[in-house]
């Protein structure tokens, strides 16, 4: 495996990391030597394995290191956690998760140590994807531990705290209970939607926004009840409501000043590569007139229609920007989409739509067409 891969499951786990974690696990068990280690983590398959699955593996090779005893392997993981802290370490190597893995996939029955030992691992390498099975296996018990670490003296325990229950955390296996009713939830948003730390906000934003996708209407009231209290509560609202502004919610419209009436003028919009290769952009422009006699605040944004197999369109909404248009102004935007293929989206030779949205109103849409 080399050491200058650019992939990032090869960047997070590289020999200097494996050999920085032989060296801690070797200070409290027998492990062998170096070498030894290295062949079990770098095995046969080793190159076909992604990103999750190496985690999964490191994950394994050191529960066949530790102790049978998950109480007493949870013990050596703290042990090491305490050392990697006291190392200060700056550049935190993803690899790390392996050791909140190991909580999340061999403590679920140990709910005390389990607790124990996020709270000192997630200052170091969050436990924000190995606390949901504990959620879901200890859901009253839970809430009440991470409501009582939204309280926590250390900013990214509190930060645990918001982005562990996420009911649509990323990459993390969806909480359908607070899908349905996040209202366990709340306390701990009302506790740290204005705390001194921006990572401990974002988080809390990123949480709301989650509601919002299944109670946009709780959401709503949460986002109105904030704004205007501090700068810190506003940006929380405003960065919770991106879903909400992208759906073109007339209330979150309103509550942002973002209102449209006649004196906003769409003109000139072209769509400029009215065929598109796949691997190559989409472009087009557009004019914005401000007719009016006074400043208006608009959020200009587009809308792609992508085709999908079923031959159905597929919208999906970016957004271009958000600023005051001086009474009288005229802008002109430029814009391109990539058609580079990604791992997220399939493309779908045919058909598609582009249109131009003006504070949540679509303006106009103009077709184009993907070979």
Same mark, same amino acid.
């Given at each position: 495996?080399?050491?200058?891969? @650019? ?21 409290? *068990? ?16 080793? =190159? ?9 593996? &490191? ?12 109480? /007493? ?29 190991? $909580? %999340?996939?061999?403590?679920? %029955? ?20 190995? &606390?949901?099975?504990? $959620? ?18 250390? #900013? /990214? ?42 990572? *401990? ?7 709301? =926004? ?8 709780? #959401? *709503?009231?949460? $986002? ?45 919009? @072209?769509?400029? !590569? ?15 007139? =401000? ?5 208006? *605040? ?13 031959? !159905?369109?597929?919208?999906? &909404? ?15 935007? %430029?814009? /391109? ?8 989206? /399939? ?25």
């Amino acid at each position: 495996m080399a050491e200058e891969s @650019k992939l990032f499951k090869d960047v997070f786990f590289k020999p200097s990391f494996v050999d920085e974690l032989y060296d801690g696990v070797a200070k409290h *068990v027998k492990v062998g030597t170096k070498k030894k280690f290295r062949d079990s983590i770098f095995d046969k398959e080793w =190159n076909e394995k992604e990103l999750k699955q190496r985690v999964k593996h &490191v994950t394994e090779v050191l529960h066949g290191l530790l102790p049978n005893s998950f109480p /007493k392997a949870a013990k050596i993981i703290t042990d090491i956690t305490k050392e990697l802290l006291a190392a200060n370490i700056k550049e935190v190597s993803f690899g790390y998760m392996c050791l909140c893995e190991y $909580i %999340e996939r061999y403590g679920l %029955e140990y709910y005390d140590e389990s607790i124990k030992a996020m709270e000192l691992l997630t200052q170091f390498m969050s436990c924000e994807f190995a &606390v949901r099975p504990f $959620i879901i296996k200890y859901e009253d018990r839970m809430m009440r531990q991470m409501l009582q670490w939204s309280k926590h003296k250390n #900013a /990214k325990v509190r930060r645990l705290s918001t982005e562990g229950c996420r009911p649509r955390l990323p990459w993390g296996m969806a909480l359908d209970r607070f899908k349905d009713n996040p209202a366990p939830i709340l306390p701990i948003l009302e506790n740290l939607k204005n705390d001194d730390d921006v990572w *401990v906000r974002k988080s809390v934003a990123n949480n709301l =926004n989650d509601i919002s996708k299944d109670n946009p209407e709780l #959401a *709503v009231k949460l $986002i109105k009840n904030w704004l205007g209290k501090t700068k810190h509560t506003d940006w929380v609202a405003k960065h919770a409501a991106r879903t909400l502004l992208k759906q073109g919610n007339t209330t979150v419209m309103s509550l942002f000043g973002l209102e449209m009436d006649k004196s906003i003028k769409l003109s000139d919009f @072209k769509v400029l !590569t009215p065929t598109v290769k796949e691997g190559k952009d989409l472009k087009f422009s557009f004019r914005i007139h =401000n007719t009016g006699k006074k400043d208006k *605040v608009l959020r200009l944004e587009y809308g792609m229609y992508y085709l999908r197999a079923n031959g !159905t369109l597929s919208k999906k &909404v970016f957004k271009i920007s958000e600023r005051s248009y001086a009474a009288g102004e005229e802008y002109n935007v %430029e814009r /391109k989409q990539s058609f580079k293929p990604i791992t997220t989206r /399939k493309y779908y030779k045919g058909p598609h739509k582009v249109s131009v949205i003006i504070n949540g109103h679509e303006m106009d849409t103009s077709d184009f067409k993907l070979i």
